[in-house]
């Protein structure tokens, strides 16, 4: 209380007094008579104080004060349990809090830009199955001409923003200058993309809409984070021409810090170029992707005016798209699916991402199996509480005698949790922080940029600080009830020792429910591993050792088709010329890395339904592939120089094509098949049949492939297939067979590219064994945190039974001297005690087991090649917890038998 309030009670006080008096004086009274009666009404003054003074809030907060000071020197007395309950509540708070700061990155967090709540996404997911041909019932991008029609006429939105789904490589250098092309991933945006987001550059300026003209002089945005590690910053830079993919282009600004675009991905655009430019670098108006109504290449952004409901304008965008389907899809397939197109209007603060969809199911996986280790260290924590109560039994007993109230003690154990818990949370946060680290370099093992920041920020600390809180409701207030619960005269009579076995009770359930959750983690431990490593020991039809895997982009080199008859000879001789090369190649797409087009067939004289309604994948590759991959040709022969536009055109198909559409390999070869259009069931005949190759996550279903060489391309009447095919005549990917460690390979093939073109580079080589290993990120992340998980339950649950078993011998000392004085051997008090522990397990492990076997079932499109229920991980998992129990118990249980009886006797 504050000295000017305590004065002016005192004050207050004395003046009633001294009134009472002077009435009962008036009253008859003498005055000492009068002065006694008054002492007796009013109590001491202390007393009154005290009353006036805990009716006041500043009460409430001194009593809290108090009880934190008070729970603090009980806190530093046992220094040892303090440690323990730290630590273990540091693990447990930093393991969630590390796995929440992955989901607040990857789902949460909104865009750095201005009021992201106002945003709202035009369509869902990032579908890009159907850039050229057929519907996507749900959509997510959408052509040009249709963003066109929505930013015109749709009043729902004050600007409509509008990016491109595939992010090109660009080669970008100063114009006039000798140095060395930088690879730059490229954007294609709408001229109000940036003024959408609300952003200002950070040097220069962003687009205007001048900039999106067909006429308007090229102009460029590059971002901040490209311009200070590329580009060291230079001034200089802004408003000077860069020569971007053989363009020369101005760069006009610098986006600001932070801003990584629309998209979490871990390749963001670092150079931004307006649509309008886009015909410049399609070559030719035929081929840009601009005019093209059935083109869906772009996403949409919006930001929504107030007062418009998003049930409406989803409603009236979904009908302006059939209507502008309906006038060019004019097939009967179509049509008839006419009514099933929609569209979905959903909030875009927080962009456009495949990785939160891709990720979202492991993130629940992985909060789930944290949130079980923390609830295994609550239920040791509030087990070391229990114990630790009963040695102070007498002391609340004493309290409680004295006057306490059982809410006045309560009050104190809690404090001290939550002391626990705040200095748990603390050191869990610096868990957190570096479990993070780790959990980014394995979920984005391999990638040039982490889109995830593992730095603590406002969210993460309120979340710490929230599950902190929780967590010391969770494991003390129990014991603060359970601890304050026993009668003062009960207490005092066994002077702070108890007989009743009921007062071991929840401790035996708390390691139960340890028990319990332990072999869940440690049994889908076992299954996530296995799956891993079955996934990994997958044989994929290629030689992984010894290949180096590198992408190109002939596009950003300045080549154009008409040089690329003469550019494929080139490049296969330089790229075998590099030392210590044994074989070298290239290809459209390469295994494991950027898989593949999806098209359909029809082969030559059937009719089969089947046949056409078949996915099959396709790739183009030079005749050196199959050998520098490693790949086997089973039948008939590679591709040579022979095969060019004026021979017959030829492909070789893998052994799951064969079998699946003619029954054997021996009965594909010679046969014809062709794209599934009109006139062309007879365009390739089958010269060569391949082992089976996976070029995708073997988890996935794999589909027959076929192979077409650079050297033959098809005349296509329609327009899609003809620019489809137009595309696939530029190599993406070249591969090398060498000796020695892969990583020596890449300046010499940066050398020898840029001999042959000095704007052609690779993009991110590294060993193909590499680029395996990076396919199995998110399988190897859940595993090994599963396995960190499941390691620190087994750790606290054998603590956890540890403390109890040593508990309970201490609890027995009388009763373990008594039947060794009547003839008990060591052996059998080692029995007796170890026999209590297990029993405690065995409960947890009869309720744990189903529980495990849900999971596995829950997890079982996760598993590869292993059953939800796999007796080998069940079995190792039981084996584990039973181990580490045993020995958690042999320790207080030899203890047990060194007892004299004498000396357990004497005690009594």
Avoid at 864 to 892: E, K, M, R, W
Wanted: hydrophobic share 45%; net charge positive.
């Amino acid at each position: 209380m504050l000295p000017k309030k305590k004065q002016d009670l005192d004050e207050e006080l004395r003046s009633y007094f001294e009134m009472s008096v002077e009435t009962k004086m008036r009253a008859g009274m003498t005055e000492s008579e009068a002065t006694r009666a008054t002492r007796i009404e009013m109590g001491s003054m202390d007393s009154v104080k005290e009353a006036v003074r805990d009716s006041t809030w500043e009460s409430v907060f001194g009593d809290l004060w108090r009880d934190l000071r008070h729970g603090l020197r009980q806190l530093r007395r046992s220094p040892s349990f303090t440690v323990i309950a730290i630590l273990t509540l540091a693990l447990g708070l930093g393991a969630n809090t590390a796995i929440f700061t992955l989901i607040h990155g990857v789902i949460l967090k909104q865009l750095p830009v201005s009021n992201p709540g106002a945003l709202y996404r035009i369509g869902a997911g990032e579908n890009y199955c159907c850039l050229w041909l057929g519907m996507q019932d749900s959509w997510g991008t959408f052509s040009y001409p249709f963003y066109r029609h929505l930013a015109d006429t749709n009043k729902a939105f004050s600007h409509i923003a509008a990016f491109s789904g595939a992010n090109p490589s660009l080669g970008v250098r100063r114009a006039g200058s000798r140095e060395t092309a930088q690879t730059l991933t490229g954007e294609w945006v709408s001229a109000n993309y940036f003024a959408t987001f609300g952003l200002n550059a950070s040097a220069g300026r962003l687009f205007i809409a001048a900039d999106d003209g067909a006429t308007a002089p090229p102009a460029v945005v590059m971002s901040c984070r490209a311009w200070k590690e590329k580009y060291n910053s230079d001034p200089t830079l802004i408003g000077s021409t860069l020569v971007v993919s053989g363009r020369a282009m101005t760069l006009v600004g610098v986006a600001p810090e932070g801003f990584e675009g629309a998209r979490l991905t871990p390749h963001p655009p670092e150079l931004w170029i307006p649509l309008g430019q886009e015909p410049m670098f399609a070559g030719s108006p035929q081929n840009s992707m601009l005019p093209q109504r059935q083109a869906s290449w772009l996403f949409l952004i919006g930001r929504m005016n107030p007062g418009y409901p998003a049930a409406a304008v989803e409603a009236q965008i979904t009908n302006d798209l059939r209507q502008d389907l309906a006038e060019y899809r004019t097939s009967d397939e179509d049509r008839a699916r006419l009514s099933k197109q929609q569209v979905r209007v959903i909030p875009g603060g927080t962009g456009v991402s495949s990785l939160r969809s891709d990720s979202e199911s492991g993130l629940q996986f992985l909060a789930i199996a944290a949130g079980l280790v923390l609830l295994i260290a609550c239920a040791n924590l509030s087990n070391l509480l229990l114990a630790r109560g009963v040695a102070r039994r007498q002391q609340m007993a004493l309290r409680l005698s004295l006057g306490a109230t059982r809410f006045r003690l309560m009050r104190g154990v809690l404090a001290e949790s939550l002391l626990l818990s705040l200095f748990g949370g603390i050191g869990g946060i610096l868990v957190a922080y570096a479990g993070s680290g780790m959990i980014l370099w394995i979920a984005f093992r391999g990638d040039a940029f982490i889109p995830v920041s593992a730095s603590p920020s406002l969210p993460v600390f309120g979340f710490a600080f929230a599950l902190a809180t929780l967590a010391a409701l969770v494991f003390g207030l129990f014991p603060a009830w359970k601890n304050t619960d026993a009668g003062a005269g009960e207490a005092l009579r066994s002077g702070g020792r108890t007989t009743s076995r009921a007062s071991s009770g929840p401790q035996r359930m708390l390691v139960i429910l340890q028990a319990a959750l332990s072999i869940v983690l440690l049994a889908l431990t076992g299954l996530l591993t296995q799956s891993l490593r079955n996934l990994e020991t997958t044989q994929f039809g290629f030689a992984a050792q010894g290949r180096v895997i590198a992408n190109i982009s002939l596009d950003s080199a300045g080549y154009k088709q008409a040089d690329l008859p003469a550019l494929y000879p080139r490049l296969e001789e330089t790229l075998r010329s590099i030392p210590g090369v044994r074989t070298a190649s290239y290809s459209l797409q390469t295994p494991q890395r950027s898989c593949c087009i999806n098209l359909g067939i029809q082969i030559d004289g059937r009719t089969e339904k089947w046949i056409s309604e078949t996915n099959v994948l396709f790739n183009r590759v030079s005749p050196q592939y199959f050998e520098a991959m490693g790949v086997r040709v089973l039948r008939g022969r590679p591709f040579s120089p022979r095969d060019t536009q004026a021979a017959v055109h030829v492909a070789i198909v893998d052994e799951w094509f064969a079998a699946k559409f003619w029954g054997s390999i021996d009965e594909a070869l010679g046969k014809r098949f062709g794209a599934r259009l009109d006139g062309h069931a007879r365009d390739f005949e089958i010269v060569g049949i391949v082992n089976a190759v996976k070029y995708r996550n073997p988890a996935l279903v794999q589909h027959p492939m076929y192979f077409l060489p650079f050297t033959q391309s098809t005349d296509y009447r329609q327009e899609d297939y003809r620019r489809l095919e137009e595309g696939t005549l530029y190599p993406q990917a070249i591969q090398l067979n060498v000796s020695g460690p892969p990583e020596r390979f890449e300046m010499p093939l940066r050398n020898a590219l840029a001999s042959l073109n000095p704007n052609l580079l690779p993009i991110e080589p590294r060993s193909y064994s590499e680029q395996v290993a990076m396919q199995f990120n998110r399988e190897r992340l859940a595993a090994r945190l599963t396995v960190i998980f499941s390691l620190l339950s087994l750790l606290l649950a054998s603590l956890g039974l540890y403390g109890v078993t040593a508990y309970n011998v201490t609890r027995r000392t009388n009763e373990i001297g008594v039947r060794m004085a009547l003839g008990a051997d060591r052996t059998n008090v080692v029995c007796m005690i170890l026999k209590g522990a297990l029993t405690n397990v065995g409960i947890g492990l009869l309720i744990g087991i189903p529980i495990a076997i849900a999971a596995g079932r829950a997890l079982a499109s996760r598993l590869y090649q292993i059953a939800p229920f796999d007796p080998l991980s069940v079995g190792g998992a039981v084996a584990t917890l039973l181990f580490f129990a045993a020995l958690a118990g042999v320790i207080p249980a030899l203890r047990a038998a060194s007892i004299a009886p004498v000396t357990a006797l004497r005690n009594e």
